[in-house]
């Protein structure tokens, strides 16, 4: 099986008054806001870093999901969330690190297979082994 879908960008202008716009294949988003406020100073909009770490987020914890079922396990409620840091280096910019946070309240499993489970979806998510960072996470197993 291969999958290929895209997102999109525009840019009008410099780096610091320009303004851009972003969108998905699936529509999920169409023309929104970017730049370079959005990036660096907090202003309304997105940028890379944090879509990034939507993505990485999401694929993490559907890699889990996966795990999970196939280990006969079936979470009630996940909620990750991916921090993404950007550094400026000598030559320019790099993300240098992505940490993930999992709370999660999963019936009948135990803190071995909870670890084991979750480390296996950290290194094995699509989103992970496309960066090249170091990748760091916090699992906690709710009740």
Known sequence: ????TYGSAVWEGGLKEGKGAISTKSGALE???YGFSARFEGKQGTNPEELIGAAHAGC???ALSLMLGEAGFTAEKMQSRAD???EKQDEGFAITAVHLTLSATIPSIDQAKFDELT???KAGCPVSKVLS???TLD???TS
């Not at 099986?1 to 290929?4: E, G, P, R, S, V």
Request: net charge positive; charged share 15%; glycine share 0%.
């Open 133 to 135: 960072c170091e990748i």
């Open 84 to 86: 993404v840091t950007l």
């Open 1 to 4: 099986m291969k999958l290929k």
């Open 60 to 62: 993490f914890t559907m």
């Open 119 to 121: 480390a296996a979806a």
């Open 139 to 141: 699992a906690t197993l």
């Open 31 to 33: 023309s929104y806001p």
